[in-house]
């Protein structure tokens, strides 16, 4: 792992051995900012961003051999490397016990110091990452498609990538937001470090900030160790806050001082830390509507819509269906499936509610169900027998079913349009809203989504 752009705290209280490794690392393009005192280095710590500490061991203020677990509990993402004269065993093996990551003694040659900067620095990426999968798992390889609209959206996000706005994902459910907010952390210059995401509808109030800013040992009945938070885990690299418009007022607020002051503070702490990611913001309600309504916060909306990005429904770029299926249907081993000539029209011509997430899902089940013969039109019993967006037949008997697809119809033929489907659908907008999201909770008259029942695989 190359040095460059690293930020190192030295810790050392002999001017002359500060200034040589400060030379020396910044020829090499690190940035390294001296402490004399542990004390120093504590102010140090509480305000600014650092990569690797090196560490004398007899300071004037005491000796950093007991530092060491303190600076571990509150930082343990930053590697230590001890640089000391003492150089006898029992000191070094107290430092490494104590959470030091490699223990060089004085003099040092500088080319060991930097191989040891780059390992100390390569294994902390590691253990970030592993952390974040501890906590969260989605990986996915993209495929957006040829449409005009996704090549247009595409070329947009990567400006928005190549600085460090913050940019708000909006769209309907399945549209591949979450997958778009980590292809643009790939297409960043933080795609070295960690991409974080958390999903802020599954918690709320104090286990949502714990979530995101840790928390002290005993700040609350359950907080029994220090935690650090995801802005922590998510230093230099992205942060991705999923489903924002779920967030509850008392955390935007402090989300919103957070990131007009680039610092926070873990729940039960008084120390003031610093985290420097990039946020992305995702949502599938339509935050203006929250705004006006008294649910999300108009400052904090502003804040975050520096880059406001529209994911397009899948009805909305049905050109995009044969290469998004392709793709899925290679991603499962089945590259090459041949498809019945129907097949493709049908899968364009259906409005998708459930867009890329419901094709893919689709796509899944009817490989199954072909058993490694063609894809036929009987393979896709939720699309079966309908025959396009305007004038689609309603393939139940259900009366909550009829009506959903009805509403689902005449969405597809006003692009989406809620405003456009409910003037013609004779209801209000409201009740139209409302009647949306009772169906992507898959709640209503009790009978769930039939098509979707049809088959279980
Ligand atoms: N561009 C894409 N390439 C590959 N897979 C995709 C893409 N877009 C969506 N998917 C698939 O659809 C699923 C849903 O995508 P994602 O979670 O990103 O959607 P979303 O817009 O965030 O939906 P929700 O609002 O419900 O969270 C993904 O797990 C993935 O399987
Ligand atoms: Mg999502």
């Given at each position: 792992m190359p040095l460059?752009?690293?930020?190192?705290?030295?810790?050392?209280?002999?001017?002359?051995?500060?200034?040589?490794?400060?030379?020396?690392?910044?020829?090499?393009?690190?940035?390294?900012?001296?402490?004399?005192t542990l004390k120093d280095a504590n102010r140090l710590l509480e305000t600014a961003v650092f990569d690797a500490l090196l560490l004398d061991l007899r300071l004037p203020d005491g000796n950093a051999l007991h530092w060491i677990p303190e600076q571990k509990n509150s930082f343990p993402q930053i590697p230590i490397i001890?640089?000391?004269?003492?150089?006898?065993?029992?000191?070094?093996?107290?430092?490494?016990?104590?959470?030091?990551?490699?223990?060089?003694?004085?003099?040092?040659?500088?080319?060991?110091?930097?191989?040891?900067?780059?390992?100390?620095?390569?294994?902390?990426?590691?253990?970030?990452?592993?952390?974040?999968?501890?906590?969260?798992?989605?990986?996915?390889?993209?495929?957006?498609?040829?449409?005009?609209?996704?090549t247009q959206?595409?070329?947009?996000?990567?400006?928005?990538?190549?600085?460090?706005?913050?940019?708000?994902?909006?769209?309907?459910?399945?549209?591949?937001?979450?997958?778009?907010?980590?292809?643009?952390?790939e297409k960043s210059r933080r795609a070295p470090e960690a991409f974080v995401e958390l999903n802020c509808s599954g918690l709320k109030g104090e286990l949502l900030k714990s979530e995101l800013y840790g928390h002290a040992k005993g700040a609350f009945t359950s907080a029994i160790r220090e935690r650090e938070g995801l802005m922590e885990v998510a230093d230099r690299g992205t942060l991705f806050l999923d489903e924002i418009g779920d967030m509850d007022s008392e955390v935007q607020a402090q989300l919103l001082k957070?990131?007009?002051?680039?610092?926070?503070?873990?729940?039960?702490?008084?120390?003031?830390?610093?985290?420097?990611?990039?946020?992305?913001?995702?949502?599938?309600?339509?935050?203006l509507e929250e705004v006006t309504a008294g649910r999300f916060r108009s400052d904090l909306?502003?804040?975050?819509?520096?880059?406001?990005?529209?994911?397009?429904?899948?009805?909305e770029r049905i050109d995009d269906i044969p290469v998004l299926a392709a793709h899925f249907l290679a991603a499962g081993s089945y590259a090459g499936q041949p498809f019945d000539r129907e097949v493709l029209q049908a899968?364009?011509?259906y409005p998708w509610p459930g867009n890329v997430r419901e094709l893919k899902n689709m796509l899944e089940r009817a490989t199954l169900l072909?058993?490694?013969?063609?894809?036929?039109?009987?393979?896709?019993?939720?699309?079966?027998g309908r025959c396009g967006t305007t004038g689609s037949r309603v393939t139940t008997d259900n009366l909550y079913e009829m009506e959903k697809q009805h509403i689902y119809s005449v969405l597809g033929k006003y692009n989406g349009d809620?405003?456009?489907?409910?003037?013609?659908?004779?209801?209000?907008?409201?009740?139209l809203y409302r009647r949306l999201l009772q169906y992507k909770k898959g709640s209503g008259a009790g009978t769930g989504d039939q098509s979707r029942k049809t088959v279980t695989v």
């Open positions: 460059k752009n690293r930020s190192l705290l030295i810790v050392e209280d002999d001017e002359a051995a500060a200034f040589g490794y400060t030379e020396y690392l910044s020829q090499l393009g690190c940035s390294a900012i001296t402490a004399h001890v640089i000391s004269g003492i150089s006898d065993i029992p000191t070094a093996v107290q430092a490494m016990k104590n959470g030091a990551e490699n223990f060089l003694t004085k003099p040092v040659e500088m080319d060991e110091l930097t191989s040891v900067l780059e390992k100390c620095l390569e294994l902390s990426l590691l253990r970030k990452k592993t952390t974040i999968q501890q906590r969260l798992s989605r990986v996915e390889t993209p495929c957006f498609g040829v449409s005009e609209k996704i959206l595409l070329e947009f996000v990567q400006l928005a990538a190549a600085n460090d706005s913050v940019i708000l994902l909006q769209g309907e459910t399945g549209t591949g937001k979450g997958v778009l907010a980590r292809w643009i952390h957070t990131i007009e002051e680039k610092s926070f503070r873990r729940i039960g702490e008084n120390r003031v830390r610093k985290s420097d990611f990039r946020l992305i913001c995702a949502t599938n309600r339509d935050l909306y502003y804040r975050i819509c520096v880059f406001p990005v529209t994911v397009p429904p899948l009805r899968l364009q011509n072909a058993q490694g013969g063609n894809l036929a039109i009987s393979h896709f019993p939720g699309i079966n809620k405003k456009m489907a409910s003037e013609a659908l004779g209801m209000s907008f409201s009740n």
